[in-house]
Structures are given as structure tokens and as C-alpha cells.
């Protein structure tokens, strides 16, 4: 429907702003035999795991943290909020600024947008951590580990399957921009150098081909990892 | 404040498997108002004895065992018994973790390292064929056998009990009633029980500790040498007055 939809408004307009699908397969096809599509893929899909990694890691023990010690909440609150409401081009601009134009620098950026994101949802998790299961855990002893895996991550795992859903597509949006300002491969690096050649085919043959990517992610991993993880549900009567 | 000593050798009674001297438990309201919510309690719990709590609601049963239990510190006194006791707690609801199986919810409670075959505890609780099942998927009755195979799973040297069948209808109460009974008599061990229900106390106990309303203070002592097989509803019944007549703000039998 929307590729027919595509091919005729081309077809009709006639304009270099708009190519017909055909062009961007074609192009597509170009960039892929020449190798330069795999390889620009492969330095976003990197860029991508490592700053989502980064953004998880970080960001989930400290939600957890804010959402269960009053203290640490109200201190860290105000700081939240300025870096929620930071634009994700400005902390780019001076992470590269102050660490240079380097990868840490850029994927530290990227993580940097995403983490508080991930706090406050993982905030709002731990605040409805059950007192009852969390006493339950205490007289029969539970070590640390054994509370955390068993007790505290499956109550948790809605709030990161969340956070990981609007994490990858908000991380890979930026990632772009990342490579765009400041690094010699990716496919932001790419989708500028055909802007300024006004390849327009081009440009959405790299846009579709990382779409493509992130669909795959979600359906081949997200999608069951989720499905697993909530298997116990499917079990009710 | 609180001053949990676990040491064997108490002052009062040295073979008890508890010792209860607490002094007193104060909560500040919200509107800082200071709450008197447990008075004076000394008590202790000889080995093997099935001991209930009965008392008015809101009088400080259930906080008296979080206390034991180690989930209430701000109390002034002490709860001894030997540190190497295992407890075996059984809450008003389950408490089961819904995400992992009937088995693996009784293997998570035993402390790291205990290897105990389950088979027969579970045979003995009628759980044998509700072993991979969640506790979704389980009726209000069977949940609570599964935290009873919990709290009997790590051979308890005591064995705490907050009102474990409140909320089940009458017939699948008596029936759990009289499981709790034989699981224990075939596995003796020092329990403490708390119950608003007077029949029930007198049914399961060997020892009733009768408190009055809050601040929770100890009024009476009862010991039920009667044994259990004997105690039929007349019986009961008479016992009940007996204990009603002690504290008189105990509710009525059910």
C-alpha cells in the first residue's frame, strides 16, 4: 500500500527530492556490492549496543537507588531534570567539546541522552517493589544475590523491557546525530555526505536499511526475550 | 535501641527456644503523636511447643512476631534464642513469588547449602503433583500449603505463624488446620502462632498467651494438657470461655 502509494506520487511528481523506490533499490543494492553498507550498518548497529550497554548499566542500579532511598531521590532530582529536559544536541556538542571528537565521547553522549530516561523509569519500578515479598526475602534469609534475581528483577522486568523499548529507538535516532556532528563512518556519517551530494536515494536506502536492522532486533530479540520472561504469566488459569 | 541478643543460656528459662523481654514499642503518628502500640511482654517458649497468641485486633500480635522475626527494630528489650535457629515463617497471605515454580519458591527459602529432599514433604502436604506449577495457577488453599512446605522445608528450630488461614473459608481452614497439625506432630518444632479466632487457638495449642488491647501486655498464661485428638467441640468450646473470661476483650469464637 505505502510503497504504491510512494511509486505513484515519484512517478507524478517527477522530482529529484523524491525518488521512486525502484531508485532507492537500486542504490541500495550499489551501496551493498560495494560493501560500504555492511560496513556503515555495522559502525552504527556498534555504536548503538555499546551507548544502550552503557545507558543500562548505568541507569538502572540508579533508578533502582532513587526509587528506594527517599535521600538519594531528593538529591538527585533537580540534576534529573536538567538532564531531562538537556537537549541531546547540546550535551553532544559538549561532550565533544570538552573529550574530543572521539568515540567515548560520542557513545558516552549518546548514553548520556538515554540514561535519564532510564532512571525515571526504573524510579517509578522500585517504588512499587513489593514490602511484602521484600519481608518474605528477609526472614527466610536471602543472600544479595539471590534477593536481586529472584525477588527484585522480576518485579522489575516491565520497567526495563519499557525502558529498553523506548531506549533502542531513541538511542539509534541519536546515534545519527552523533556520527552526523563528529565521526567518519556510520550511517549518519553516510546520510550526510549524500546530503550534501543531494542523493536523495541514497539517503533512504540507508534510512530503510537501518530500519530494516531495528525491526529485526525487535522481533529476533526483544520480542522473545520478553515472551520468556513472561512466561510464568501465561501459566494463569 | 532494640537489642536483639541470640545467644543460648537466657536468664528466665535456659532451655527455652525463645525468650521474649520486651519492654516496649512506641510509633510517632503522622501527625507526631507518640502511639504506645506493645506494653510489657515477657515470655518464653519451651522446645516443641505449639504456643498461640490470641488477642483483640490491632493489639500488637502481629507486630510482637515482626519484631521476633527481625523486621521491627525500634522496640526497647530483648527476643533471644540460640543464632543458629532457623525460622520458618508463615505469613497472613502466601507470599510466593508468582514468577517461579512451587518448587523452586520452597528450594529459594533453604538457606545456601541445605540440600533436603522434599519429596516427602511434599507428599505429606499434597503438593507432590503441584511441584512445576506457579502460584498463579493455584487455588487460596494450595498457596497456603506451599508456604507451609516453605517454612517446614528448612527444619525450623522455630516456627512463626501470622494468623495462616485468616481469609479461607471455614471448611478449607479446618481442613489445614488439621494438615498443619500432622505435618508438625511429624516434624516437632518450637511454634509461635497468631490467631484472632479462640477455637483455633485451642485446637492447635499446647500453651495459649492471651494479650489484651494495645499496647499489647501479656494478661494470661493458659496451658491445654488436653491431648488434641480429645479436644472435641464441647470441649473447645468450654476452653474458649475459659480464655474469654480472661481477657475480656477477646472477640468472640467464629
Known amino acids: 500500500m505505502l510503497l504504491a502509494l510512494w511509486a505513484l506520487v515519484a512517478v507524478w511528481l517527477q522530482m529529484r527530492a523524491l525518488p521512486t523506490p525502484l531508485a532507492v533499490w537500486q542504490a541500495l543494492l550499489t551501496e551493498a556490492r560495494s560493501g560500504e553498507l555492511a560496513f556503515h550498518l555495522g559502525a552504527t548497529l556498534a555504536r548503538v549496543i555499546a551507548a544502550f550497554v552503557l545507558a543500562m548499566a548505568i541507569g538502572v542500579p540508579l533508578g533502582i537507588w532513587l526509587g528506594t532511598s527517599r535521600t538519594a531521590d531528593r538529591l538527585l532530582e533537580p540534576w534529573l531534570v536538567l538532564l531531562l529536559n538537556m537537549p541531546a544536541l547540546v550535551v553532544i556538542v559538549l561532550a565533544y567539546i570538552w573529550f574530543g571528537l572521539n568515540e567515548v565521547a560520542a557513545i558516552g553522549a549518546v548514553a548520556l541522552n538515554k540514561i535519564p530516561n532510564v532512571v525515571v523509569t526504573l524510579r517509578e519500578g522500585a517504588r512499587s517493589l513489593s514490602r511484602e515479598l521484600d519481608e518474605m526475602a528477609t526472614v527466610y534469609r536471602f543472600g544479595a544475590w539471590r534477593r536481586i534475581r529472584h525477588v527484585v528483577l522480576p518485579q522489575l522486568q516491565p520497567y526495563i523491557a519499557a525502558a529498553t523499548r523506548s531506549g533502542i529507538s531513541l538511542i539509534w535516532k541519536i546515534v545519527l546525530v552523533v556520527e552526523l556532528l563528529g565521526r567518519s563512518n556510520g550511517v549518519g556519517f553516510q546520510i550526510h555526505l549524500y546530503f550534501q551530494l543531494f542523493d536523495v536515494a541514497t539517503i533512504l536506502a540507508y534510512t530503510l536499511a537501518f530500519v530494516a536492522v531495528m525491526l529485526v532486533v525487535e522481533y529476533a530479540v526483544l520480542q522473545p526475550a520478553e515472551r520468556r520472561a513472561r512466561r510464568w504469566q501465561q501459566h494463569r488459569g | 535501641?532494640?537489642?536483639?541478643?541470640?545467644?543460648?543460656?537466657?536468664?528466665?528459662?535456659?532451655?527455652?527456644?525463645?525468650?521474649?523481654?520486651?519492654?516496649?514499642?512506641?510509633?510517632?503518628?503522622?501527625?507526631?503523636?507518640?502511639?504506645?502500640?506493645?506494653?510489657?511482654?515477657?515470655?518464653?517458649?519451651?522446645?516443641?511447643?505449639?504456643?498461640?497468641?490470641?488477642?483483640?485486633?490491632?493489639?500488637?500480635?502481629?507486630?510482637?512476631?515482626?519484631?521476633?522475626?527481625?523486621?521491627?527494630?525500634?522496640?526497647?528489650?530483648?527476643?533471644?534464642?540460640?543464632?543458629?535457629?532457623?525460622?520458618?515463617?508463615?505469613?497472613?497471605?502466601?507470599?510466593?513469588?508468582?514468577?517461579?515454580?512451587?518448587?523452586?519458591?520452597?528450594?529459594?527459602?533453604?538457606?545456601?547449602?541445605?540440600?533436603?529432599?522434599?519429596?516427602?514433604?511434599?507428599?505429606?502436604?499434597?503438593?507432590?503433583?503441584?511441584?512445576?506449577?506457579?502460584?498463579?495457577?493455584?487455588?487460596?488453599?494450595?498457596?497456603?500449603?506451599?508456604?507451609?512446605?516453605?517454612?517446614?522445608?528448612?527444619?525450623?528450630?522455630?516456627l512463626v505463624l501470622d494468623e495462616p488461614f485468616v481469609s479461607l473459608d471455614e471448611t478449607t481452614a479446618a481442613r489445614l488446620r488439621a494438615l498443619l497439625m500432622r505435618v508438625w506432630q511429624a516434624r516437632p518444632t518450637t511454634a509461635l502462632m497468631v490467631t484472632h479466632d479462640l477455637d483455633e487457638a485451642v485446637q492447635l495449642a499446647d500453651r495459649v498467651l492471651v494479650f489484651g488491647p494495645a499496647p499489647a501486655t501479656l494478661c494470661a498464661t493458659h496451658d491445654l494438657d488436653t491431648p488434641r485428638q480429645r479436644r472435641d467441640a464441647p470441649w473447645r468450646e468450654a476452653a474458649a470461655h475459659r480464655l474469654r473470661a480472661a481477657g475480656e476483650a477477646l472477640p468472640g469464637t467464629a
Request: aromatic share 6%.
Open chain 2, 1 to 158: 535501641m532494640a537489642d536483639t541478643v541470640t545467644e543460648s543460656g537466657a536468664t528466665s528459662a535456659p532451655d527455652a527456644a525463645l525468650t521474649v523481654a520486651i519492654e516496649g514499642r512506641h510509633f510517632t503518628s503522622a501527625g507526631g503523636e507518640r502511639l504506645h502500640a506493645v506494653g510489657r511482654l515477657h515470655f518464653s517458649l519451651p522446645p516443641r511447643s505449639f504456643t498461640c497468641i490470641v488477642g483483640p485486633s490491632g493489639c500488637g500480635k502481629t507486630t510482637t512476631l515482626r519484631m521476633i522475626l527481625g523486621l521491627d527494630a525500634g522496640y526497647v528489650g530483648r527476643v533471644r534464642m540460640d543464632e543458629r535457629t532457623r525460622i520458618g515463617t508463615v505469613f497472613q497471605e502466601p507470599r510466593l513469588l508468582p514468577w517461579r515454580s512451587v518448587e523452586q519458591n520452597v528450594r529459594l527459602a533453604l538457606p545456601a547449602g541445605l540440600e533436603v529432599p522434599l519429596d516427602a514433604l511434599f507428599a505429606e502436604l499434597g503438593l507432590s503433583e503441584h511441584r512445576d506449577l506457579f502460584p498463579g495457577e493455584l487455588s487460596l488453599g494450595l498457596a497456603r500449603r506451599v508456604a507451609l512446605a516453605r517454612a517446614f522445608a528448612l527444619e525450623p528450630g522455630l
